[in-house]
């Protein structure tokens, strides 16, 4: 096996179970990509990666020992990550990328069928290990691959997207607390499910009441607001994006619920929703998607934001819940609060910190890789004195 020696240091690294190492960390390094040992500058071996220098992380720490990376290896993996999702029901994140000691790999099951992501150089190169030992941990019906993330842009591999093994259907049934969603494959979201929020959905189903007006702002396919509808609450549901709002309609129908929908970009129609004087919102859900991919466009995004939350303020009810999620990783706890303070200043708004939650078990947060905290749900409450 070719090794790869970090420079005095940054073996700290390697041994706090962080898996990568940058080209500059590295003191020395193989000429070909591969199956590399990982050593200290003493060259005591702390672990098993894959090296390749035009990955964004030159090294991706697969084992924190020694040993090959096989069928066998993975097999473990895959295995342990389906034990610790026992008793989640049949749609779950099955693995969750380093956080599942597996860097580059996420695998979402919906019932019999897996979606899979591969999403750095590493993966990719191994796929023809650690595929059939998916296959035989798992044994699932098909396998649906989603490779077209734009992580998998910034290490230079092509899109990949198409049925990888078995039988797939054209539509996946998702099942959530007894919510059927029927979702298209080709919906050009995620893996297709937010399977992240569901603790976050379950909290608003246990605290919605009936008569109460929730208005649930990029709803995606509406997980929020057909709870609430469930629970006898009235529901609007915003998003720009008309197929999964289609998904919305087609499951209210089924389950006999009511939601309304808005179609269009959040602040426009927040905006008009004001200039309607329609009714204040018991709760307001804001769950954006990713807006910041670089440290760089923070201050942009926490501006929108906050313009975000002013308008939400002005709909939300005396004493209502204003629900505000964060899913890029520059967006963490603290800034979450910082907007929230600055829109409620603005607005003249007193409110309480009700509950600041994280990734859900089945997306695991490893105390050892900061980037596996990624979502952040602020839970606030109006409160006047
Ligand atoms: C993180 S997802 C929401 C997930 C959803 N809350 C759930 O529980 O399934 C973000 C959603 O925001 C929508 N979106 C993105 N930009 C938007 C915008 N400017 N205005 C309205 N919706 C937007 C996307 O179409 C996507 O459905």
Redesign the pocket.
């Known amino acids: 096996m070719q090794r790869v020696v970090a420079k005095p240091g940054k073996e700290k690294k390697v041994r706090n179970f962080y898996p990568g190492l940058f080209a500059d960390e590295l003191a020395e390094a193989p000429p070909n990509p591969g199956v590399v040992r990982v050593c200290s500058s003493q060259g005591e071996p702390l672990g098993t990666g894959y090296y390749d220098p035009q990955s964004r992380v030159a090294v991706r720490v697969y084992r924190f020992e020694e040993g090959p990376l096989d069928r066998a290896f993975f097999f473990g993996r895959f295995q342990r990550a389906q034990k610790r999702r026992a008793g989640l029901g049949p749609c779950h994140r099955l693995v969750h990328a380093e956080a599942d000691g597996l860097p580059g790999l996420v695998v979402d099951r919906f019932g019999g069928v897996l979606v899979v992501q591969v999403r750095n150089r590493a993966m990719e190169a191994l796929r023809g290990v650690w595929l059939p030992a998916l296959i035989e941990a798992t044994q699932p019906g098909g396998i649906y691959e989603r490779s077209d993330v734009e992580a998998r842009r910034l290490e230079g591999l092509e899109e990949r997207v198409g049925v990888l093994y078995g039988v797939v259907p054209p539509v996946l049934e998702v099942e959530e607390d007894g919510l059927l969603f029927p979702i298209p494959l080709a919906l050009a979201?995620k893996t297709g499910f937010?399977l992240d929020?569901r603790e976050n959905?379950q909290r608003l189903e246990a605290m919605v009441r009936p008569g109460e007006r929730v208005l649930d702002v990029?709803?995606?396919?509406g997980?929020?607001a057909l709870r609430a509808a469930r629970q006898g609450a009235y529901a609007l549901a915003?998003?720009?994006?008309l197929e999964?709002l289609g998904v919305l309609d087609r499951t209210a129908a089924r389950h006999g619920l009511r939601v309304d929908i808005h179609q269009g970009?959040?602040l426009t129609v927040l905006k008009r929703l004001l200039a309607q004087k329609t009714p204040p919102f018991h709760h307001v859900l804001l769950?954006?998607?990713t807006l910041v991919k670089r440290p760089e466009e923070l201050p942009r995004a926490k501006r929108h934001l906050v313009e975000v939350l002013r308008l939400a303020l002005r709909l939300l009810a005396q004493e209502g819940w204003l629900w505000l999620s964060s899913?890029s990783y520059y967006i963490g706890p603290e800034e979450l609060l910082e907007v929230a303070r600055r829109a409620a200043a603005d607005e003249g708004r007193r409110l309480r910190v009700h509950a600041l939650t994280h990734n859900p078990p089945d997306h695991p947060w490893s105390l050892h890789v900061p980037e596996s905290l990624y979502l952040k749900t602020l839970i606030l409450q109006d409160d006047p004195l």
Not at 218 to 221: A, D, E, G, I, L
Not at 238 to 241: A, E, M, P, T
């Open positions: 979201q937010y929020q959905r990029y709803s995606y396919v997980g929020f915003v998003d720009k994006d999964a970009e959040a769950d954006p998607p899913c």
